[in-house]
């Protein structure tokens, strides 16, 4: 499963290296509806809710679905200005049926909901089946729907000012932390794509993203199976300090490409980027109930594909069968001993696993 990105005859200079306030805001949204993902974020989360006013503390809660499980288009600008003011600005100049389908595909919670279809703010049936889909989320999603289809301006202007309380609220004060982080990435990846070139700047973004030279296309390792294409236009990199272990794609058709990166702040995070096939494959490895009491042995202490089969009465060729679906996946390691090779279980990889799962799922 993977994201790509269409780049053949992008021009380097226009893959854009660029912070955004109002992404950045609409990742601390995130981390405040959902603090679970983002345990390093936990305590700020925590002080910062409870300074909410009672009244936009609301207001978040109304309109949470726009940042929670998926983020509405428009709040990860492609091209980045310098203040929060001035891409609220940019959001305000979108017609309203571009502003209520990005909308409106975060609150139905598909991204295929509004594809190829009339504007529900103009036909009846569509109308109709974007409130049915709201409806199926729950009340919230349903009222802001509602709202949206009947009065676009009054809803955008109220989301404005919504996000504009927050920063007078929060979001100043902790941009100013983070700012210098988010600077400080953005000169690293100016300098690696001008002296060592795409792919190692693609590597130094995330672990999780490639680029694939043969069909000249970014590879993201994401649990979806989605193209987009940034001939033409180009693509835009956005940093976040309150990002991971997410990594977030605007790549709707009519957009142009939009990817926001967690910052490594530790090597850990760099790390922690595996390949969700690779989680599958040692998933699977393990789920046979013989490697697992393979596994359960080598957990003890080195093995001989010999001393193996003795332990579990099993033939040697059965057990190196099933000894080369666990190396495959990553999970053991080997040292020659004489003329037996022993096999030891890679502890920190089967440990990790469990992690390893749940990033890739969140990613």
Known sequence: MSLTIEIAGVPVERLLFAASPLAELTAMLHVLAEPGHHPEHRDWAARTRSALAPELAEQLLEAEFLWRSSRADFLLPSRPGATLAEELDGVDRLDDETYASTALVATCGTDRTLLGRPSPLHDAAGR??????????GP??????????????????????????????????????????????????TDLLSRRGVADTLTSVSRAIELDRRRQRIVLDKLQDSTTSAVGDGVTFLPTVFGAPHLVVVHAPGWRPVLQYPVAITDR????????????????????????????????????????????????????????????????TTRRRGRYVLYNLDASATAA???????????
């Open 269 to 332: 995070s760099a790390a922690e980027a595996v390949p969700i096939d690779l989680v599958r494959l040692r998933l699977e490895a393990l789920s046979h109930p013989v490697r697992l009491r393979l596994v359960r042995t080598l957990a003890r202490g080195s093995h001989t594909t010999g001393e193996l089969a003795s332990a579990w009465d099993l033939s040697a060729p059965e057990v190196s069968r099933h000894l080369a679906v666990l190396r495959k996946a990553g999970l053991l």
């Open 140 to 189: 919230r999603q349903a009222s802001f729907a509602e709202r949206l289809i009947a009065d676009p301006p009054m809803v955008r202007a109220r989301v404005r000012r919504m996000l504009e309380d927050c920063q007078a609220a929060f979001f100043t004060e902790t941009w100013q932390r983070v700012a210098p982080t988010l600077a400080a990435d953005l000169r690293l990846k």
């Open 128 to 137: 109709d089946r974007i409130l049915d889909l709201a409806n199926a989320r």
């Open 353 to 363: 696993l469990g992690a390893d799962l749940m990033a890739a799922m969140l990613r």
